[in-house]
């Protein structure tokens, strides 16, 4: 069994990176992060239509039934995916493969393949050579993560992954005991902790479009903004308030997760993409472990509620500085990339 979850994770943990690196490639650029966000988005509603299934099929055919539906759906999704699908035109072209190949993949997008002036004919493929405006032939190795201008951000992003996935875990496992524990009745204290993943989903739906436009500046807003509201959930306050409170948190925090698989998907070039996403959604784990043991570690060290939530927040003051710091490199990168353009 244990080896059978560790072939699914695997599976599914390889899942995320390629979707985010196949939706930027045919997302258009001014909507690259609007488009992961969406995506994204699936799998919110898939993990919540999941549990809701299970709860349905549980108590009525046990839990060997839902490996198996889960598996046959997976197995069948990937079939759908495999025929539908095409492949990145982009990495096509990266990887040298056949031209006939790739003005297949056009024609099938509805895009008309035009080259000099003229059609793509089939009797004159081998006399067509497509170029993309950064051809770069890079292997996706784990160094080719730090190089040609990649050496600070691939870090920074590994860095704000991991703290932000440690918000994310501590406030979404925890939340409900640590308003328990500030005397709210159950049944409150459960609807207070449910507003945080609706404000996450809501958040990053309706900042998706500023993702687009601004980068990394909107998680650098987050964190600023989820700095005060972290620090509030711990206050004495009308329920009403709470609700808020906890809402806008999840726009933050979760908001925040979503912001960064869209920075991620935008940062890379085709090659290394897929790589470079799926090294900082795996980095990012460690934040989830920590975030999901911090909990634990000060509540046995009998901290009152306020000051839980006081220390958690820290990490805010991080994820901005981070965030700044990885803003300034970006751009300074494009303008050196702009002199060497002019220079060429």
């Not at 549990?51 to 079939?79: D, K, N």
């Not at 409150?188 to 900042?207: D, I, Y």
């Not at 906890?246 to 940062?267: E, H, N, P």
Request: glycine share 12%; aromatic share 10%.
């Amino acid at each position: 069994m244990t080896a059978l979850r560790f072939l699914a994770g695997i599976g599914m943990g390889g899942v995320v990176p390629n979707t985010v690196a196949l939706v930027s490639e045919y997302a258009p650029k001014a909507r690259r992060a609007t488009w992961i966000t969406l995506m994204f988005s699936g799998f919110s509603i898939g993990a919540g239509g999941g549990g809701a299934i299970a709860s349905w099929m549980l108590p009525r055919f046990g839990w060997p039934v839902l490996f198996q539906v889960g598996g046959v759906a997976a197995v069948a999704v990937a079939i759908v995916s495999l025929i539908v699908l095409p492949e990145s035109v982009r990495f096509l072209i990266l990887k040298g493969r056949a031209p006939e190949q790739i003005a297949r993949i056009a024609s099938r997008l509805g895009a008309a393949a035009r080259f000099g002036g003229a059609s793509v004919a089939a009797g004159n493929q081998q006399a067509v050579r497509y170029i993309v405006d950064d051809e770069q032939r890079v292997r996706a190795t784990p160094l080719a993560l730090f190089g040609n201008g990649l050496v600070r951000v691939t870090p920074l992003l590994w860095a704000l992954f991991v703290l932000n996935s440690l918000a994310l875990h501590f406030l979404q496992n925890w939340l409900p005991i640590l308003f328990n524990m500030s005397a709210l009745p159950p049944a409150q204290a459960a609807k207070a902790a449910m507003m945080f993943p609706v404000g996450g989903t809501v958040g990053a739906l309706a900042l998706c479009r500023c993702v687009d436009r601004y980068g990394v500046a909107v998680i650098l807003l987050l964190a600023l903004l989820g700095l005060p509201v972290c620090v509030s959930l711990g206050m004495p306050m009308p329920a009403l308030w709470l609700y808020g409170a906890s809402f806008m948190s999840g726009v933050c925090v979760i908001g925040s997760q979503f912001a960064l698989y869209a920075v991620a998907g935008m940062l890379y070039p085709t090659m290394l993409r897929s790589a470079g996403v799926g090294s900082a959604i795996g980095v990012g784990k460690l934040g989830s472990v920590v975030g999901s043991v911090l909990g634990g570690v000060l509540l046995a060290m009998h901290l009152p509620v306020a000051d839980l939530f006081t220390n958690v927040s820290s990490v805010f003051v991080f994820i901005a500085l981070l965030s700044v710091w990885l803003g300034w490199n970006r751009r300074r990168e494009a303008r050196e990339s702009m002199a060497r353009t002019h220079t060429a």
